[in-house]
C-alpha cells in the first residue's frame, strides 16, 4: 500500500510542523489522487506524534515516524541517514521538501545518496507524460519552476529514477481546509542510528522573531522602484497604516534599500495571497507576479499605462503615487 506513495517530508520545529510541510501535504494528496496512490509523510524529531492527526487532515494515509531524544533539532546525518531509509524501504515514486533552509540542506544529500533527480524551488507540480528518445513515460511529475533569471517557465522530469524529487517554497501550494475525520496509518521506522550519526550536539538554538508577517497578512501594500526613495517608503508605510495591512515590497526596491528585505513579495522573496494587494510603483515583473498573483484582489497604482502589473491588476490607477496614495488615504479615512 504505500509503495509508490507520494512522500513528504515534514520539517518541524519544538515538535509542530512546519507550514511549508503541511501545504505540501495538501499537494500530495492532490497528487496522488491523480495517480491512484496513497500519500505518505516522513516525520521525524523528540516527541513529534502529535502532529500525526494534523498531518492526517490535511491528505496524509501514513506516517513513518521516529522519536528520538537526539533528533529534537534538525542536524544532517542522522536526518538524511533516515529519510534514505525510510524511502529504501518504502519505495515512494516522488517525495516532496520545503524549499527552507533545511530542505535545501537534506533534499541534496538524499538525492545524491540515492542517486536520484531533484528541482530545487519549484513553483507547480503537476501529472502528465513524457516522450524520450521514442520511450514514452506515464504520469511523471512535471517539476515547474522559473528558470534562465525568470524569463521562461520550464517544466522539468527526472523520468527514469524513482523517487522524483522536489522542493518547493512555503505559500506557494495552498492550504486545505483540514479534515478532522480523517486518520492515518503510524509506521515506526526502526532507525539504523548510533553515536557516529551525531557528531555535533546542539544544546540550544535562539531564534530571532519575525518582524515581518507578509504570509499571515490579510492586505498587503507593496512599494516598488516608482516609490523613489527610503523616505518615500512613509508613504507606503502610512497607507498601509490606515488600512491594518502588512508593508510589502519589490526586489528592485529592496536592492536600492529603499526597505529591508523581509519585506520582499515574489520568487526570491515571500509567496503571498492576501485578500487584497496593493503595488504602488511596481512594474509587475515576472518574478514579482509569481509571488502575488494568487491574491483575490489586486489594486495597481502606476503612471505606466503600459506597466505589466495591469495585466493581472482587478483595479488599475494610472497616476504618480505621490498625488494617489495621499488621496485613497484621505478617502479610506473620511469613510471609517
Ligand atoms: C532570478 C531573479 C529573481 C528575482 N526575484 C524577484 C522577486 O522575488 N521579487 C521582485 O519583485 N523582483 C524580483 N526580481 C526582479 C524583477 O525582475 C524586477 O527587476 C523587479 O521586480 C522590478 O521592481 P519594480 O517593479 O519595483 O521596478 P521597475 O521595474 O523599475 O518598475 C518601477 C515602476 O514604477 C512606475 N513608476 C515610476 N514612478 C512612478 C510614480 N511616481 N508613480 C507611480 N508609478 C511610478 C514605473 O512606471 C514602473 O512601472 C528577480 C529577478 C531575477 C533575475
Same mark, same amino acid.
Given at each position: 500500500?504505500? @509503495? ?29 489522487d491523480?495517480?491512484?496512490? +496513497?500519500?505518505?509523510a #516522513? ?6 506524534? $502529535? ?10 494515509? /501514513? ?12 542536524? !544532517? ?8 531509509? +525510510? ?13 527552507? +533552509? @533545511? $530542505? ?5 544529500? %538524499? =538525492? ?6 531533484? +528541482?530545487?524551488?519549484?513553483?507547480d ?9 521514442? /520511450? @514514452?513515460? /506515464? ?23 524513482? !523517487? ?7 505559500g ?11 486518520? =492515518?496509518?503510524?509506521? /515506526? ?6 553515536k ?15 518582524? %515581518? ?26 497607507? #498601509? ?11 528592485? #526596491?529592496?536592492?536600492? $534599500?529603499?526597505?529591508g528585505? @523581509?519585506?520582499q ?18 512594474? $509587475? ?14 489594486? =495597481? ?6 506597466? !505589466? ?12 503615487l505621490n498625488?494617489?496614495i !495621499? ?6 479615512? #473620511?469613510?471609517?
Amino acid at each position: 500500500m504505500s @509503495e509508490n506513495s507520494v512522500m513528504v517530508y515534514i520539517q518541524q520545529n519544538g515538535g509542530k510542523a512546519a507550514d511549508v510541510s503541511l501545504e505540501l501535504v495538501c499537494k500530495a494528496r492532490e497528487l496522488a489522487d491523480r495517480l491512484g496512490v +496513497t500519500v505518505s509523510a #516522513a516525520l521525524f524529531g523528540e516527541k513529534v506524534a $502529535g502532529e500525526v492527526s494534523r498531518v492526517a487532515s490535511l491528505g496524509a494515509d /501514513k506516517v513513518y515516524i521516529v522519536e528520538d531524544a537526539r533528533l529534537k533539532y534538525y542536524t !544532517p546525518i542522522p536526518y538524511s541517514k533516515l529519510m534514505i531509509q +525510510t524511502i529504501s524501504e518504502h519505495k515512494p515514486q516522488i517525495v516532496l521538501y520545503g524549499a527552507t +533552509t @533545511e $530542505g535545501r540542506d537534506l533534499a541534496p544529500r %538524499v =538525492a545524491s545518496n540515492l542517486k536520484v533527480g531533484l +528541482t530545487a524551488d519549484c513553483t507547480d507540480l503537476q501529472i502528465g507524460d513524457h516522450t524520450q528518445k521514442e /520511450k @514514452e513515460y /506515464k504520469n511523471i511529475l512535471y517539476q515547474i519552476r522559473p528558470a534562465f533569471g525568470g524569463n521562461i517557465i520550464a517544466t522539468i522530469v527526472s523520468p527514469e529514477k524513482k !523517487p522524483q524529487m522536489a522542493t518547493v517554497r512555503e505559500g506557494v501550494m495552498r492550504m486545505m481546509e483540514p479534515d478532522k475525520s480523517r486518520k =492515518a496509518e503510524t509506521v /515506526k521506522i526502526s532507525a539504523k542510528l548510533d553515536k557516529n550519526d551525531f557528531p555535533s550536539e546542539i544544546i540550544d538554538r535562539v531564534m530571532e522573531a519575525k518582524t %515581518v508577517n507578509l504570509k499571515g497578512a490579510q492586505i498587503i501594500v507593496s512599494g516598488g522602484m516608482g516609490v523613489g526613495s527610503k523616505e518615500n517608503f512613509a508613504l507606503v508605510r502610512e497607507l #498601509a497604516h490606515a488600512l491594518g495591512a502588512e508593508v510589502g515590497a519589490s526586489r528592485a #526596491a529592496v536592492d536600492q $534599500g529603499f526597505i529591508g528585505k @523581509e519585506h520582499q513579495v515574489g520568487q526570491t522573496g515571500t509567496t503571498v495571497r492576501p485578500k487584497l494587494y496593493i503595488a504602488c510603483g511596481i512594474s $509587475g515583473a515576472i518574478q514579482h507576479r509569481a509571488g502575488m498573483d494568487a491574491s483575490a484582489r489586486i489594486i =495597481a497604482i502606476n503612471s505606466d499605462p503600459e506597466a !505589466p502589473i495591469f495585466g493581472i491588476a482587478h483595479y488599475g490607477i494610472v497616476g504618480d503615487l505621490n498625488e494617489v496614495i !495621499p488621496r485613497m488615504i484621505k478617502a479610506y479615512k #473620511a469613510r471609517v
